[in-house]
């Protein structure tokens, strides 16, 4: 291990302190959104997991619940869980794949969609204020630093 990064490291540096540890705000931050959008996705009857799967379709329509696993970072029972109870709530539907009928897709339904916005305009008020005193910079900066953290994990 090289010295540059000791002092963010709790084993190495004598007088650590944990909020020296990156991962420590990481796991905060996301805590805290988390918590700050579960109250707000409260008054619909949802929560984060579920969120997080519509969203996804809303953005890649017909996904596998395969991809949906990898767009979220969850295990493929996790995802066709909630998968199936997005289902019995109406808000996705699901099919076969022509091509691999081993291959469940899954794409939102009208009530769906009506959802995703109702989820995004609760997300922009979370959004909004946890980048207040930011600039847009500073935002573009952090998440290029995320991103090549996250790169640097996946492999």
Known sequence: MTKKYS????????????????????????????QNVDHALKKYGLDNSRRRILLSLKSKPHASVSDLSEM???KMSTTTKIVYRLKDEGLVETYSCEDDARITRVVL?????QMT????????????QSFEGL???????????LK???????H
């Open 135 to 145: 600039t847009p910079l500073q935002i573009e900066k952090m998440m290029e630093s």
């Open 148 to 154: 090549y953290i996250f790169r640097n994990l996946a």
């Open 72 to 74: 979220v970072i969850s």
């Open 117 to 128: 916005n109702k989820i995004n305009d609760l997300t922009n008020v979370v959004l909004e």
């Open 109 to 113: 339904t009208d009530k769906g969609q």
């Open 7 to 34: 002092k963010f490291l709790p084993s190495i540096a004598e007088d650590f302190s944990l909020e020296n540890f990156p991962y420590y705000w990481v796991t905060q931050v996301h805590a805290q959104y988390i």
